[in-house]
């Protein structure tokens, strides 16, 4: 919630637009999540890859299938996450760059060229600041999920049905 607006301050350093970063910080979770479940489950956590009610043939494929959707899980929240501070930040610091460009040009049209930008700069600032604050409220929301599969297995099946 800290680290996605702190870029927004000019000259400053967004930890969450980088790939590596936020890879590391959703492959720690998902490696916490999975030894959640192990420690309050033992092997029946591999029950998770099986739901219940399959046909023996369909088995192996949906077992393979579960187990790289689970994978992905941790490979798809780092992503998400760097995706949209990445675009978001960089975004704002172009148009910045631009407005900052349109207010030296000293012409006719100086309310047109200095203003226009400058209103679109701010509202994508404020714009910018809301998918900061979504994202965080988005990867936390989605560990809470993860992590409830993990701890809870197939008991939420009715829900999803």
Known sequence: LFRNPQGMIPFSFTVTSHFLITLALSFSIFIGITIVGFQRHGLHFFSFLLPAGVPLPLAPFLVLLELISYCFRALSLGIRLFANMMAGHSLVKILRGFSWTMLF??????????????????ALTGLELGVAISQA?????????????????????????
């Open 105 to 122: 040009l000293n012409n006719i049209f100086y309310f047109i060229g200095d203003l226009g930008p400058l209103f679109i700069v701010l």
């Open 137 to 161: 409220h988005v990867f936390t929301i989605s560990i809470c999920i993860y992590l409830n599969d993990a701890t809870n297995l197939h008991q939420n099946e009715s829900f999803h049905n």
